[in-house]
């Protein structure tokens, strides 16, 4: 199983952006997704996720209202769709795809499979 993490780039303060992840050698469809990003200099931080049974979403404070994880039409698809993007946005996006109980859904210890990461930079 691979995560591919792809759909970043440079922008500006206030722009939109969507970053993408495909599986290979599985689909979506048993498992809870996950987004994570790490700034240089700090720890990993949880930014969204979707709860495998119950399907809902949970978002880190700092991206509530301006983020928002879906699957894609294929199964193999996830998406983050970010609005409103801020400097402090900058890091570099990881999804994950895992079986994470609810209590644990912010933990990136409890998902199983990784993207390599794609760069968000944004610009003030």
């Known amino acids: 199983v691979q995560l591919q993490a792809s759909g970043g780039g440079l922008v500006q303060t206030g722009d939109s952006l969507r970053v993408s992840c495909v599986a290979s050698g599985t689909t979506f469809n048993s498992y809870g997704l996950g987004w994570f990003r790490q700034a240089p200099g700090k720890e990993r931080e949880f930014v969204a996720a979707?709860?495998?049974?119950?399907?809902?979403?949970y978002y880190g404070d700092s991206v509530k209202g301006r983020f928002t994880i879906s699957r894609g039409v294929n199964e193999n698809e996830m998406y983050l769709q970010m609005f409103s993007l801020k400097p402090d946005d900058t890091a570099i996006y990881y999804c994950a795809a895992g079986r994470p109980i609810l209590s644990g859904i912010t933990n990136p210890q409890l998902y199983t499979y990784w993207g390599q990461g794609t760069q968000v930079t944004v610009s003030s």
């Open positions: 979707e709860h495998l049974s119950s399907k809902r979403k």
